[in-house]
T-cell receptor, first 113, second 110 residues
Framework: NAGVTQTPKFQVLKTGQSMTLQCAQD?????MSWYRQDPGMGLRLIHY???????DQGEVPNGYNVSRSTTEDFPLRLLSAAPSQTSVYFC????????????FGEGSWLTVV | QQQVKQSPQSLIVQKGGISIINCAYE??????FPWYQQFPGKGPALLIA?????SEKKEGRFTISFNKSAKQFSLHIMDSQPGDSATYFC?????????FGAGTQVVVTP
């Protein structure tokens, strides 16, 4: 039972580089989302998707891009990395509707130097 | 702005004691209120959750109390154990999206 799988676990980027954080879920969930976690701030929503081909912005979308071509995958792209994007990134998924548990991946630690 | 406010930032409790964490929310459109537990180096995991039409929910040593009119809810951890040492986040949920509180680091001393 894999659940929500994120890769890579750790990454160091130079300012200006681009990269993609991968997220896959095997629970046939419609909803998927990306959060970032910074000290003292809890988790904040970056982007989310309610199904293949449908995405929308969350609370902190600037500098990130997403697409959803399949139900299973929801990659997060950093277009031109900045030190302010140093954070821990979590992918999450759930069934649609009210009151369904949102499951999180193990996280991706990103450092931008 | 922080739509979900959580307090305290941290607390230390003796083994066997009670931990209480409080949260307040602004948006009445939220329709589900989960608590997540996070251990270092891991993702948040659902601990317990409540719907806004219920005033209390208990699962083992964990209880949520919910006050809809005051827009407040709290987590009580009874008989705290060293294994409960973790960071706890309250959240408010709508349409598969979560608004998190800032988190409470709980340390249970032996």
């Amino acid at each position: 039972n894999a659940g929500v799988t994120q890769t890579p676990k750790f990454q160091v980027l130079k300012t200006g580089q681009s990269m993609t954080l991968q997220c896959a879920q095997d629970m046939n969930h419609e909803y998927m989302s990306w959060y970032r976690q910074d000290p003292g701030m809890g988790l904040r929503l970056i982007h989310y998707s309610v199904g293949a081909g449908i995405t929308d912005q969350g609370e902190v979308p600037n500098g990130y891009n997403v697409s959803r071509s399949t139900t299973e995958d929801f990659p997060l792209r950093l277009l031109s990395a900045a030190p302010s994007q140093t954070s821990v990134y979590f992918c999450a998924s759930s069934y649609g509707g009210t009151g369904n548990t949102i499951y999180f991946g193990e996280g991706s630690w990103l450092t931008v130097v | 702005q922080q739509q979900v406010k959580q307090s305290p930032q941290s607390l230390i409790v003796q083994k066997g004691g009670i931990s209480i964490i409080n949260c307040a929310y602004e948006n009445t459109a939220f329709d589900y209120f989960p608590w997540y537990q996070q251990f270092p180096g891991k993702g948040p995991a659902l601990l317990i959750a409540i719907r806004p039409d219920v005033s209390e929910k208990k699962e083992g040593r964990f209880t949520i109390s919910f006050n809809k009119s005051a827009k407040q809810f709290s987590l009580h951890i009874m008989d705290s154990q060293p294994g409960d040492s973790a960071t706890y986040f309250c959240a408010a949920q709508i349409w598969g999206k979560l608004q998190f509180g800032a988190g409470t680091q709980v340390v249970v001393t032996p």
